[in-house]
């Protein structure tokens, strides 16, 4: 349940859902061009990191950023009444521990991404890769949709648990897709 908003808030016009609507969508197909466009660099370094050392760092970061997607699901839940054996409302302090570590969930991504980008693109080769690649994309576009439903409270309720749970799953397939293949030693069960 979204927080009841206040009459004196300015009425959203159609063209205007129209072209936030259309950010998200600018952001995945940006990134997707880039990463097709751009030769890859597989000399590229993370954090000093080359090869397999740098895809070991990045398994590591982005199984940290997965877990810190899960502790926000959960304060989402909180947050809204919706989480099983929680005291209801939550404690103050758990709307700003749910935006702090998004936050730290979005800069933790960043390193990880530009990584990806720059060393490997979008690429198709396998399945894996085409999952990995457009779920890539399709992340920071979810992440562009959050921000806009948050920042908008006069948008329908429902679409903040979806953008939260789309960005979500982007986050737990580029895991499964990327971290959990490389961590357990090049594969994952259906990919």
């Keep these: 349940m979204r927080p009841t908003v206040p ?3 300015p009425r959203i ?6 072209l936030w609507a259309l950010l998200p969508v600018a952001v995945t197909l940006g990134l997707y061009w ?3 466009a751009h030769t890859p660099d597989y000399t590229s370094a993370l954090f000093g990191q080359r090869g397999d050392d740098a895809n070991r760092l990045k398994g590591q970061l982005g199984s940290a950023l997965f877990g810190l997607a899960l502790v926000q699901l959960v304060l989402a839940l909180w947050m809204y009444g919706r989480l099983p054996g929680a005291p209801r ?4 302090p758990v709307p700003t521990v749910h935006r702090l570590l998004g936050l730290l969930a979005f800069l933790l991504s960043l390193p990880i991404a530009e990584h990806c980008l720059v060393t490997y693109g979008v690429q198709f080769g396998s399945p894996r890769v085409a999952l990995h690649s457009v779920t890539g994309c399709v992340l920071y576009g979810a992440f ?10 006069r948008l329908p309720g429902w679409m903040l648990p979806a953008t939260g ?5 982007a986050i737990g397939l580029m895991w499964y ?3 959990l293949w490389f961590l357990n030693g090049y594969q994952v069960p259906g990919l």
């Design 89 to 92: 409302p939550a404690p103050g």
């Design 34 to 36: 880039f990463g097709r």
């Design 144 to 153: 562009v949709a959050k921000v806009i439903v948050v920042r908008h409270r």
């Design 165 to 169: 749970g789309a960005l979500v799953c």
């Design 7 to 9: 009459d004196d808030l």
């Design 177 to 179: 897709s990327g971290a």
């Design 13 to 18: 016009r159609p063209w205007q859902v129209l």
